[in-house]
């Protein structure tokens, strides 16, 4: 059999997966005409690429987030369902200044998500008023933090990683601080890019998977970790790979992945890896608008001293 891996659905980017309670894979993603919250579940990561997508949202026509739905997680936090999205006003078409998004968040208090009613409870206010995008959220040692991408405009880039605790699932406890912001030459090219965090606990440390540069075939992601023990907040508690952990494999017609998840595999203590790729180069146009990026998933492996291996987004190893 071949080892090279086949997209799990097409035209989804950006997509989250994670295994809930009662046994069923849920995922979300990108659309590609931004329009709309879907969610899928299935009992197998496989069942998730035929599984009917259930509409939870969709965008008004107009007001503050109305245009370009990005980038959309559900989560389990504190007895409710959430999602957590990207959008930007009306304005943002009107080409008087694109990335113009902020985070919002839906709630829905049905055990089912698939019934029951979505809330829009507004904007998550990070206290920073500007650019924001790719919130996600984690529980550790009983408390949860929210972590996301957002341009800080006294400082040159798009968008740095910051993190916080939350008071409650929607509004922030506690002021952003940043953990990261585009540095090396391959978080630079085309936009001085971090985004797309992702949260990982294992082997005693606090993994946070991210992506960057622009989102054609430059884009790769990176790894941030701390000890599990270490107080989160602190910038000086995490470190940084100074290489990216994934980046395009050409020799395989797979490119730019990033924006990934982990979620449970089938096995105990197996961990997959879920992310976004491209299948060619000659994209047409601006790269944002291209539809096809496609959700991919693969097995997360592990080195000796229990860093993880991300290897080739075109294979299983």
């Known amino acids: 059999m071949s080892d090279l891996l086949e997209p799990l659905i097409r035209q989804r980017a950006d997509p989250h997966i994670s295994r809930?309670?009662?046994?069923?894979?849920?995922?979300?993603?990108?659309?590609?005409?931004?329009?709309?919250?879907?969610?899928?579940?299935?009992?197998?990561?496989?069942?998730?690429?035929?599984?009917?997508?259930?509409?939870?949202?969709?965008?008004?026509?107009?007001?503050?987030?109305?245009?370009?739905?990005?980038?959309?997680?559900?989560?389990?936090?504190?007895?409710?369902?959430?999602?957590?999205?990207?959008?930007?006003?009306?304005?943002?078409?009107?080409?008087?200044?694109?990335?113009q998004h902020r985070m919002y968040a839906l709630r829905n208090t049905s055990p089912d998500p698939f019934a029951g009613r979505w809330e829009l409870l507004g904007q998550v206010d990070t206290g920073l008023d500007s650019f924001c995008l790719d919130a996600t959220t984690f529980t550790h040692r009983g408390r949860l933090y929210y972590l996301w991408a957002q341009k800080d405009p006294a400082i040159p880039g798009n968008s740095n990683l910051y993190i916080a605790s939350m008071a409650t699932p929607w509004q922030l406890g506690g002021p952003p601080v940043r953990l990261s912001r585009p540095e090396h030459d391959w978080e630079c090219r085309g936009f001085l890019v971090n985004e797309g965090p992702s949260v990982l606990v294992r082997h005693g440390r606090v993994f946070v998977s991210y992506s960057a540069s622009a989102t054609d075939e430059n884009y790769a992601m990176g790894l941030l970790w701390a000890d599990e023990d270490a107080d989160l907040l602190d910038p000086a508690s995490w470190r940084k790979s100074p290489e990216p952990v994934m980046r395009s494999a050409p020799e395989d017609s797979v490119f730019g992945p990033g924006h990934n998840s982990f979620t449970e595999g089938a096995t105990p203590g197996e961990v997959l890896l879920v992310y976004h790729a491209r299948t060619y180069t000659e994209i047409v146009g601006d790269p944002l608008w291209n539809p096809d990026r496609h959700s991919f998933v693969k097995p997360l492996r592990w080195a000796a001293d229990g860093m993880p291996r991300f290897g080739r987004p075109s294979r299983r190893d």
Not at 20 to 44: M, W
Request: hydrophobic share 45%; proline share 9%.
């Open 20 to 99: 809930h309670a009662d046994g069923f894979y849920y995922f979300t993603a990108s659309v590609p005409q931004y329009d709309r919250v879907e969610i899928r579940r299935a009992p197998t990561i496989a069942g998730l690429a035929e599984a009917p997508a259930f509409v939870a949202w969709r965008k008004p026509d107009a007001g503050p987030c109305s245009e370009l739905i990005w980038a959309p997680e559900l989560h389990f936090n504190q007895g409710a369902w959430y999602v957590y999205f990207a959008a930007a006003p009306t304005r943002e078409l009107d080409h008087q200044g694109m990335f």
